[in-house]
């Protein structure tokens, strides 16, 4: 018999503050019904606008992860998430006065312990598992991440921890099963270096932060007494008498593992994981991980998702009328012919577009590239791609005309397999991390008949020319 899906019993209200923003909020965990997932929703901002628990929502991962969608934000939703993953609810509704989940101790325990309080009720649809059918790596080189997904049974999760800390060392955690994660990993606390704490209150990043919710390491054995006390000044605890002997942690927690660290970036894992938007049944390996690479790994989950159900293509509305035809095109980018490789813009939303380029045997490059077997070449995919996200960083700003476009920085560049005369490359573009002073960063794919050809992360700055 099939596992049926969860909500709870009645609501959860809950009082805190938020880490980072130090805002009072309020937290209501509603239930909700058959096939909705996980939603958030912004009672304090007029409409009360929903935020979908969707990877593809991700705008920012620095120190949490955060949502966005219909103009509202939702920063560090990790946690929460966690304790409705971990707890196996499938549906719920996150009503919630501000911008930030309430930190609570760092860990996921006092949602989980709530909803342990008013318990689960099961309802009438199947739970939609995603069972993965072949591994998956994926690993960024640059900062040392690896990831893996491999087929299992259950939802299982192997982590190492590496920080090159005398503190923290090289530790390791499991989760062999979704079962564990209450009483093994939901209670584990966020950490922080002391070396990173007086920066971030200085900064005001941790306005929230407290010595009862984080966990504090130390790494160096020469701390005096007043650098603590001007720490715990800037922390608001001056009544509190830090104190550190040798390298570890300071005195105002105890570990309640030796590698909670190692237990919480798992924990972090199972909630970036829940914007995948589905039960999982795979073993996640990971290594040196964090919210950017958690967040990043949910997105090709979510693509073998798509790859594993559609017959692995994916499907564009081409015969709609375009969004900007080539004419349209030539008002916002510099290129011509024959340099300009995108002939027509189908959608630009919010953090997304999706461009098309006719690839025909009357192109010059086909003379040397080559004679008796065109092949189109990766490094102009590269650059028709990089055409389409200027397109859509030039299209959010005013007389477009007036900027040009730099490429700063392409990362992991895959292709998949060749591009010839005939074929119609359709380029999907997505946001990494908002727009900031014209930089704009973004991971793109190109496919050919819905199968993914090309993909690469690419970083550019749109500047504006003298006039």
């Given at each position: 018999m099939a596992d049926k899906q969860l909500t709870l019993k009645a609501a959860i209200k809950m009082n805190g503050i938020g880490l980072h923003t130090g805002e009072k909020v309020t937290l209501e965990i509603c239930p909700a019904p058959e096939n909705h997932g996980y939603v958030f929703q912004r009672v304090d901002l007029e409409g009360e606008p929903t935020v979908k628990a969707d990877a593809d929502l991700v705008v920012s991962t620095d120190r949490g992860t955060t949502l966005e969608q219909n103009g509202a934000r939702i920063y560090t939703s990790e946690h929460v998430l966690a304790a409705l993953y971990g707890m196996q609810i499938d549906n719920a509704l996150i009503k919630v006065n501000g911008p930030e989940m309430p930190i609570m101790d760092g860990s996921s325990w006092p949602f989980v312990k709530a909803i342990e309080e008013v318990g689960t009720v099961e309802q009438k649809a199947d739970k939609n598992y995603f069972i993965l059918n072949e591994n998956i790596p994926w690993e960024d080189t640059e900062k040392g991440i690896e990831f893996l997904a491999i087929p299992d049974t259950n939802f299982r999760i192997t982590v190492m921890v590496d920080y090159n800390s005398p503190v923290l060392g090289t530790q390791h955690a499991s989760m062999y099963n979704i079962g564990e994660f209450k009483n093994e990993i939901s209670k584990c606390r966020t950490f922080v270096f002391l070396r990173e704490l007086e920066f971030l209150a200085k900064n005001n990043l941790i306005k929230g932060g407290d010595l009862d919710n984080a966990i504090v390491l130390v790494e160096r054995n020469d701390i005096q007494?007043?650098?603590?006390?001007?720490?715990?000044?800037?922390?608001?605890?001056?009544?509190?008498?830090?104190q550190v002997e040798g390298i570890g942690v300071l005195n105002s927690t105890k570990l309640q593992y030796e590698n909670e660290p190692a237990r919480h970036k798992l924990l972090d894992i199972v909630g970036d994981l829940a914007l995948v938007g589905r039960p999982i049944k795979a073993h996640i390996l990971g290594a040196r991980t964090g919210h950017s690479g958690n967040v990043r790994f949910a997105k090709v989950l979510k693509e073998q998702i798509k790859k594993q159900e559609g017959g692995g293509k994916k499907h564009f509305n081409l015969e709609g009328t375009p969004l900007y035809n080539i004419n349209?095109?030539?008002?916002?980018?510099?290129?011509?012919?024959?340099?300009?490789?995108?002939?027509?813009?189908?959608?630009?939303?919010?953090?997304?577009?999706?461009?098309?380029?006719?690839?025909?045997?009357?192109?010059?490059?086909?003379?040397?590239?080559?004679?008796?077997?065109?092949?189109?070449?990766?490094?102009?995919?590269?650059?028709?791609?990089?055409?389409?996200?200027?397109?859509?960083?030039?299209?959010?700003?005013?007389?477009?005309?007036?900027?040009s476009t730099y490429f700063m920085k392409i990362d992991n560049v895959k292709f998949k397999q060749k591009v010839i005369p005939g074929d119609t490359l359709v380029f999907e573009l997505n946001l990494i991390s908002p727009i900031r002073r014209g930089l704009v960063h973004m991971a793109g794919k190109a496919y050919v008949d819905g199968k993914l050809v090309m993909e690469a992360e690419m970083l550019a700055q749109i500047i504006k020319d003298k006039v």
């Open positions: 007494q007043d650098e603590l006390d001007r720490l715990a000044k800037l922390l608001g605890k001056e009544e509190l008498k830090i349209d095109i030539e008002k916002i980018l510099p290129h011509r012919y024959p340099f300009l490789l995108v002939d027509k813009v189908m959608e630009i939303t919010e953090n997304g577009i999706i461009g098309v380029k006719n690839v025909t045997m009357n192109e010059p490059m086909f003379q040397g590239h080559f004679p008796g077997n065109p092949v189109f070449p990766g490094v102009l995919q590269i650059e028709a791609t990089a055409q389409v996200g200027g397109i859509f960083a030039l299209s959010k700003v005013d007389e477009p005309e007036l900027y």
